[in-house]
């Protein structure tokens, strides 16, 4: 079976006046659906830069980057938006809510922009927060939540139109450890229905509780193994 | 994103910041207002000049004989002095222009500028500021009065300079408290006496002039107290206002003659008709129909440039919002229309808010000034179209700004 994801020498650099930043330097890798991935590295090693490209919010300066057989590379910004609406869920370290909106509203938003109207749009939003176990939290805004409770709206919101990847960069990193541990659970459940997740985190526990771990250092691949103890 | 969705969005942030909201839309609301009663108050005057007023200054179907034109606001200074060499309009002049028009219904002559203003008392009251006129009797059909009272002025009146007066309403309501037995009594007009022979219907009041405040002497009778006015005036009604176009030819022609007047030389006298007023008019009002649309656009530009800012301005604000939407899957044009359709509804508000209160002021104005006041129909299509347009021209800018953020720059904005 063909990867989900292709990268092959994927580059990015950042011009800030005279000074060129090359965040990623060549990086090349495969992830197959359904897997369970951790990327870790050290701050400033290139993992936001690697998300944001895997989530298609950026576009490499060089390489090539094949998601579900389609090369989303050299798309244009509105090609792009609509890669991001169908195939990414992309949740947040500071889960992104609108503030003044309901969980049930939050959670709605891709599918507005994916044109699905009326009813069947809340019914889809309520079975989402369903699945992450805040059906009973549909009317609140995010200052009614706790954080653990608004990171789990994030993540309804980014799986509500059933997208290929589940991203997420470090989405236990402004939560305690009890909490970490609730959202940690729901991301090993959703897993386990066969949902491909990709998170960045620098807490050796969670990579712990993932398939495989990728470590960026510098902007390259470092390693790339297999997590043994967590295959069961 | 569906229409109805961005809708429901600009509303939504419509009414969160109600306060700014309506600052925003104030430019717009203030033109749009400032359009529709000036239209409105324009328009009432219109009417009001073409119908009631000159039918009440000169009559209807009625062309007269003058010493100088009606229009003299629009006379410059050698004009006016070429006019008053003229020689003054005479009763000669006046039994001249009914010979030569003998369909005519009604020949007249009246007292014209200066008209006299007299004070008027029976028993214990007086009235002053009393406009007086002296006429021949046929006026009284070319004004087309009735009588509430009495009777009218009669060609032995006028021939005999007898020491009559008819009333006007007005002038009777108040010297008598039962306006209708005024007939037979005895007033005094600045001193003199005279006997009350009629009291005339009302005609109404407009523009805070009020036409019942004057009283009709016999012509002879009043230049006998008041002497020959500088712009006696032939007035002659005609049965259709077809056949005022012949009747003034044949005035003039005959005018010519009596005058002895030779060929090529000028007239020393004008034939005029109610059009000239009119004219007079719409070439006033014409000069402040250009002036409008001018101080609209400057209005409705300075308007749609705060709306332009205050949506500038709630793009910065809301930059994380749009990031947000655009990692969602929002594509540019899903949040153009966002911000587009949010500066649509405040320009469209605020110019319904505009022809509301434009409306509100224009009712206003006609109830409780004396200025007429009518809306019509295009100015407040117009106006709300130029609304609405500059809201669409002014919001492009900023909803196409907000629709080219980069969303990772914009998510990461505080
Ligand atoms: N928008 C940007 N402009 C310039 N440099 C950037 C930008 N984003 C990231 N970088 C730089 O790229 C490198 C990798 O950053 P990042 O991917 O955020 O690292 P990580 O998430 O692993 O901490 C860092 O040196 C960072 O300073
Ligand atoms: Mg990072």
Same mark, same amino acid.
């Given at each position: ?6 990268? +092959? ?12 930043? =090359? ?11 359904? !897997?369970? =991935? ?45 890669? +991001?609406?169908? !195939? ?34 809340? !019914? ?109 | ?28 609301? $203030? ?15 219109? @009417? ?80 002053? *500021? ?59 007009? /600045? ?28 012509? @002879? ?12 005036? $032939?007035? $002659?009604?005609?049965?259709?206002? /077809? ?31 109610? /059009? ?32 332009? *800012? ?16 655009? @990692? ?50 295009? @100015? ?35």
């Amino acid at each position: 079976m063909s990867a989900l994801i292709r990268i +092959r020498d994927l580059g990015r650099e950042y011009r800030m006046g005279d000074e060129r930043i =090359l965040a990623l330097r060549g990086v090349t890798l495969d992830i197959h659906r359904n !897997e369970y =991935l951790a990327i870790m590295g050290p701050s400033g090693s290139g993992k936001s830069t690697m998300m944001n490209l895997l989530g298609c919010l950026d576009t490499p300066t060089a390489g090539e980057y094949w998601l579900n057989g389609e090369e989303v590379s050299r798309l244009t910004d509105d090609a792009l938006a609509r890669v +991001r609406n169908r !195939e990414i869920g992309f949740v947040f370290q500071t889960f992104n809510l609108l503030p003044r909106a309901t969980s049930l509203h939050n959670v709605e938003l891709p599918l507005v922009y994916a044109g699905v109207r009326g009813r069947e749009r809340r !019914e889809r939003a309520a079975a989402a927060l369903d699945q992450v176990g805040l059906g009973h939290r549909m009317d609140h805004r995010p200052s009614e939540l706790s954080g653990g409770q608004r990171q789990r709206v994030a993540i309804a919101r980014a799986l509500v139109n059933q997208p290929s990847i589940l991203l997420a960069d470090e989405p236990t990193g402004n939560l305690d450890s009890v909490t970490s541990d609730e959202i940690m659970r729901v991301f090993t459940q959703l897993h386990a229905g066969g949902q491909t997740v990709i998170m960045v985190t620098h807490e050796p526990d969670i990579a712990a509780r993932t398939e495989r771990v990728v470590v960026l250092r510098d902007g390259q691949v470092e390693s790339d193994r297999v997590n043994r103890g967590a295959a069961a | 994103m569906p229409l109805s969705e961005a809708l429901r969005l600009a509303l939504q942030a419509i009414w969160t910041s109600k306060l700014r909201s309506f600052f925003t839309l104030l430019g717009i609301l $203030v033109s749009v207002a400032f359009l529709i009663v000036v239209v409105a108050i324009i328009q009432g005057m219109n @009417s009001y000049v073409s119908g009631t007023l000159t039918a009440s200054m000169i009559g209807i179907n009625t062309f007269q004989v003058r010493r100088g034109p009606i229009s003299v606001g629009l006379l410059d200074d050698e004009q006016v002095r070429m006019i008053a060499k003229r020689p003054l309009v005479t009763v000669e002049d006046a039994e001249t222009v009914a010979e030569a028009v003998p369909e005519a219904i009604a020949v007249a002559l009246q007292s014209g500028w200066p008209t006299p203003v007299a004070e008027i008392r029976f028993r214990d009251r007086t009235m002053i *500021n009393v406009t007086v006129f002296g006429i021949t009797a046929p006026y009284q059909a070319v004004q087309d009065y009735t009588y509430l009272a009495g009777s009218p002025l009669t060609d032995q009146d006028v021939n005999g300079r007898r020491p009559v007066v008819a009333l006007g309403h007005e002038i009777a309501d108040k010297l008598f408290d039962n306006p209708l037995s005024a007939v037979g009594r005895r007033v005094r007009l /600045d001193g003199r006496e005279l006997t009350v022979k009629g009291v005339i219907a009302p005609k109404g009041r407009l523009l805070g002039q009020s036409f019942d405040s004057f009283v009709l002497l016999p012509f @002879s009778t009043f230049e006998a107290a008041y002497g020959r006015r500088k712009t006696t005036v $032939v007035s $002659v009604k005609m049965p259709t206002a /077809d056949a005022i176009e012949a009747g003034m030819s044949r005035a003039e022609e005959a005018m010519r003659v009596a005058h002895r007047l030779r060929p090529g030389e000028e007239n020393d006298f004008t034939v005029d008709k109610a /059009d000239a007023f009119v004219a007079f008019w719409k070439q006033l009002t014409s000069m402040l129909f250009t002036a409008i649309p001018a101080v609209v656009a400057i209005g409705v530009v300075v308007g749609g440039i705060v709306i332009m *800012n205050i949506m500038l301005m709630t793009v910065n604000e809301r930059t994380r919002e749009i990031g947000l939407r655009k @990692s969602l899957g929002a594509t540019r044009a899903d949040i153009r229309r966002q911000f587009l359709v949010e500066a649509l509804v405040l320009t469209a508000a605020g110019g319904a808010l505009g022809v509301l209160s434009g409306w509100a002021l224009a009712f206003g104005v006609s109830t409780f000034t004396p200025l007429p006041a009518r809306i019509t129909l295009w @100015s407040v299509a117009l106006a709300l179209a130029v609304g609405t347009g500059a809201g669409t021209l002014f919001g492009v800018y900023p909803a196409s700004r907000a629709s080219r953020l980069d969303p990772i720059a914009a998510l990461r904005v505080e």
